[in-house]
């Protein structure tokens, strides 16, 4: 028995090294951050071109089109185990003045493969091959300015870490002192912490986790957010070694030099230690919390409003205030609102009828997201049924062709 289970064992796993591994990484950051040189590092070959956009004196154009550009490489561990990785790279991301079509766009891109594999999951007949395209982590490339979070990575951060994997990552941490990256770590957690974004910390249940893989997450914390230094050139030591180096006047960097980088860190953690972690986390929590609001409604517009929690914002000091005994104060003096006439106080009143508003607001988008499922679900069939005509027609001709050739074989015969 023991031995069936071996080798039933050792050929799930020859299924699974032959099969691979699909993981897909959207990296966001604005010209300038060195995204595409780190999409080069992290892939260890040329996978997109590093170009930059420049703005000449006479464009007098004040937006950029952000495009969703995509790329696939295939790495394999020391293990032989294969990893598909899908790279989504974002050229003209924050290069506007209004960037808020961006921030739609790579929100609604997200959002649209979940509906993907919602509409998957709600069909009859399962295609085997259906591609799984949610995005499992999103690395988020931050300026290394020495300060905290911009108003522009505030926001990114806030909009798409609701529905994916969010990763905050100092770039060109090459530009800093020692003594500046760690203040730039520093107030950019504060910053997360003060608005409440939600990023990729690391999670994990004290309850149940072994005492590396606890050992291993607490480490990940301390190094949020990641500093990371890239580089499009490998050089050759005077030694002989190989490096993948960025060139100075004193020298030459190797970024893949832990004690000056977390790249490798970093590397490792989304294609080793964490990659399954990232892809449960967006199957069993992100992608369940959406499907759940998708069906049932539940979900309301976004305000960018951090949640309140009970007994007060101890962080700010703030007090706790009961709610029968907290006072309504108009916008233009110090007398109380006199309640309603119904007894309902004004507050009450309004908030009922801010969330009505909100639910149909809600409801109207749930309307259009259902009208653009059977649009698509349409084109879908008008797309088959012009290929079942065209495969008929074809094995019309055939028949035809075939009926000549006997005619004419019979003919030759007859002659």
């Given at each position: 028995m023991a031995s069936i289970i071996e080798a039933s064992s050792t050929l799930r796993k020859r299924k699974h090294l032959k099969r691979g591994i699909n993981f897909t990484v959207m990296v966001v950051g604005q010209s300038g951050t060195g995204r595409s040189t780190?999409?080069?590092?992290?892939?260890?070959?040329?996978?997109?071109?590093?170009?930059?956009?420049v703005m000449l004196p006479t464009d007098t154009s004040t937006d950029i089109e952000l495009q969703l550009r995509e790329e696939t490489v295939e790495l394999e561990d020391d293990e032989g185990v294969k990893i598909q990785l899908n790279i989504i790279d974002t050229p003209g991301f924050g290069?506007?003045?209004?960037?808020?079509?961006?921030?739609e766009l790579i929100s609604d891109y997200i959002r649209h493969q979940y509906d993907e594999i919602l509409l998957e999951e709600s069909r009859v007949r399962r295609n085997p091959r259906f591609k799984d395209g949610r995005v499992h982590a999103c690395l988020y490339l931050i300026n290394p300015t020495g300060h905290g979070l911009k108003e522009i990575d505030v926001e990114v951060i806030r909009q798409l870490g609701p529905i994916v994997n969010v990763?905050?990552?100092?770039?060109?941490?090459?530009?800093?002192?020692?003594?500046?990256?760690?203040?730039?770590?520093?107030?950019?957690?504060?910053?997360?912490?003060?608005y409440q974004l939600p990023i990729?910390?690391?999670?994990?249940?004290e309850a149940d986790i072994s005492e590396e893989d606890y050992r291993t997450n607490t480490y990940l914390r301390t190094l949020v957010p990641f500093s990371i230094i890239g580089s499009n050139d490998v050089d050759e030591l005077p030694d002989g070694s190989v490096i993948r180096g960025r060139k100075y006047p004193w020298g030459t960097l190797d970024v893949e030099d832990a004690s000056i980088s977390d790249f490798v860190v970093l590397r490792n953690t989304l294609l080793i230690s964490h990659l399954h972690e990232l892809k449960d986390y967006t199957h069993e929590i992100l992608y369940e919390r959406y499907?759940?609001?998708?069906?049932?409604?539940?979900?309301?517009?976004?305000?960018?409003?951090?949640?309140?929690?009970?007994?007060?914002d101890s962080r700010r000091g703030a007090p706790s205030q009961?709610?029968?005994?907290?006072?309504?104060?108009s916008s233009g003096g110090d007398h109380m609102l006199p309640p309603a006439e119904n007894g309902t106080p004004h507050h009450q009143q309004s908030n009922s009828q801010d969330t009505y508003l909100a639910r149909e607001e809600q409801i109207k988008l749930e309307e259009e997201?259902?009208?653009?499922?059977?649009?698509?679900?349409?084109?879908?069939?008008?797309?088959?049924r012009k290929e079942l005509l065209m495969r008929e027609q074809e094995l019309r001709d055939i028949e035809d062709r075939l009926e000549k050739e006997a005619r004419m074989k019979q003919e030759l015969d007859i002659q």
């Open positions: 780190f999409i080069n590092t992290l892939c260890g070959q040329q996978v997109v071109d590093v170009s930059t956009t290069d506007s003045l209004d960037n808020t079509p961006s921030f990763i905050p990552v100092i770039s060109k941490s090459d530009s800093l002192t020692p003594e500046e990256l760690r203040l730039n770590k520093r107030l950019i957690m504060d910053d997360i912490d003060k990729y910390y690391f999670p994990f249940d499907r759940t609001e998708a069906l049932s409604g539940e979900s309301l517009p976004h305000t960018g409003v951090p949640p309140k929690t009970s007994g007060g009961s709610s029968s005994t907290q006072q309504q104060y997201r259902l009208r653009a499922f059977e649009e698509r679900v349409q084109q879908e069939l008008v797309y088959k």
